[in-house]
């Protein structure tokens, strides 16, 4: 048959399924009613879906298109690898208007091959339909060791919380491609974080096979929002230590530049300090893992896992207060400041 | 946490965690990065995803949010019947206006827990944002026995190709609901299947259980499109017999009394037959079983399973032609007419 749509289908499947190499536990891929998968014994399956939309997840006239197909499933896979499990699989839910099925969606599919060779998640169906904007849904089917998966309720009182990498560095990102004009050059370290995150599956992998973490979850929203999350979860109230995330923000050198985001002020030292830190609180998209430790358990996580800075930043407490110690000794309660898209 | 998106959450949580009882094997729901799902052994896991789209797949203006509600699960479900197998779960991806957030919310949300209920298929997850328009995507994971899945690939020369129900009925649906002005009647026989489809899980599972059917898939975009899918998916051809299909249609009575189809013609007799067989052909979202069976098993297949009527329409064949044996004995090449996004 070759009606337009599975001309479309098609393309989607295209080398993907080819060059990603359906794994064999995948019996059955696109154009059947569904897919079929063989789950693994002694496993859980993980189930996510997330929304990646145009105007509110990514600006057709900013981001590359090729960002857009390694973004939708590197996002979504983020949370897999925040329970601590292996993507086995995806669907691709795409709507997309007539005049983006040239160029666009080839430079779309590029992205989204590259990263499903990356992170070994192979599509395995989908739907797709026309609209006047690009929407994306994408669903990724990971698994996990039984009673093994990280789960965001089993922090307590006292452990120590931690976070991979530099946040605040895909805020920044944000900003840099808001201010730019013209074309984006990908390859900008300051937009790399932005437009290309690296889950951390190998991290969560780790923290869960080692029984290290208590707790964890991805930093998607912004460490301010997704802490209380996390506290919520698990009843619990915690104090992040400013001087010690101080550690693990972004560079100054990257918010110091330009001013292109409305939390940030003028352009001395200090203050690129103080908008680091505002970014590291508050800036989303990072996808970095924020995890819980028992205290006599600390020392056995490294400030590096495989090139990836991990960094101690405060103390789970009793109660229910999320507090922010700032590096005069004051502590004042941290409100959520990440992305709320009902806000 | 009471950010809005939380609340949002918990209003889609709310009852249904309960009412429609996370299932002990779900062990864990909302609320995490992810669902955890304890697939069962001999089991093959059966993916799925569907858009439901404001302005594409529904209007907001016509259909009650309690049908769009209902429909978003039952049309993914439905997916899962025609591979023979069970839902187990559903992950709902919804983005929508802020001033949908009351009543059209409350009463969507109910149509998608008296669907959840009845389907046995609870919530495990989903993504929520805000949106100008009502954006849906549901997947559904379900489970079918090793081996036993229908799929579209099965089918052969000479086998006979049956039909669930009666086809043509959502469409007839659609078109009392365009015509019609004012408020919806939900309880109008007419619109019943349009607005609130049945998808054929028991049958699916019983053609599977008993190895009876060799291929299978739901009628959802149309006979016409659906079976040019299957004979592709299989590399054969079919023969569609006009007088049998007659018997598998929508009753005359509920096409000849409108023209609201622009494939409809005027409202005698023989026309409302012609209408019948028309809508029958190429009217979408009957979301009946299309399936073929070997020669020497078709005298298993009743007349009647569980009250819903199957119908032997047709044949396959060999080669790629895809025909229809008019009741004058001509036969017609059969074009794909149904529903085609990108058509």
Redesign the interface.
Known sequence: ?N??????IRRILGKSSRSSGLHSDL??GI?????????R?G?????????F?EG??FLRDRHPADSVGWKSLARAVS??A??G?TPR?F?L?L?LP?EL?GRWLTDFLGGLRRASRRLRCPI????????NRV?I?V????E?R?RL?L???GARASEIIFVSGRLGEADAGLSRLRASRGKIRSSDPVLRKHLYPQPRIALGQWLADHQLATAA??LSDGLS?DL??LC??STVGATIDASKLAQATVQHAWVSKWNGNARSGSGNPTSAANKALLLALNGGDDYELLFTVAGSQAHRIPSRYGGLKLTAIGEITRGHRIELLQSDGRTTPLK?GGW????
Chains 1, 2 share one sequence.
């Open positions: 048959m009606t337009p749509e599975n001309k479309l019996s059955l154009g059947d009613d569904a897919a079929l998968f063989i789950p014994s496993c859980q399956t993980i189930l996510t879906c997330d929304w939309l509110t997840h949370d897999v925040a329970m499990g699989c669907l839910s709507a007539s099925t395995a169906g989908g739907d797709t339909t026309r609209q929407l849904n669903t990724v089917v990971g996990v039984s998966a789960l965001r309720s979850m991805d929002t209380a999350r919520a979860s959520p709320d898209p009902f806000a």
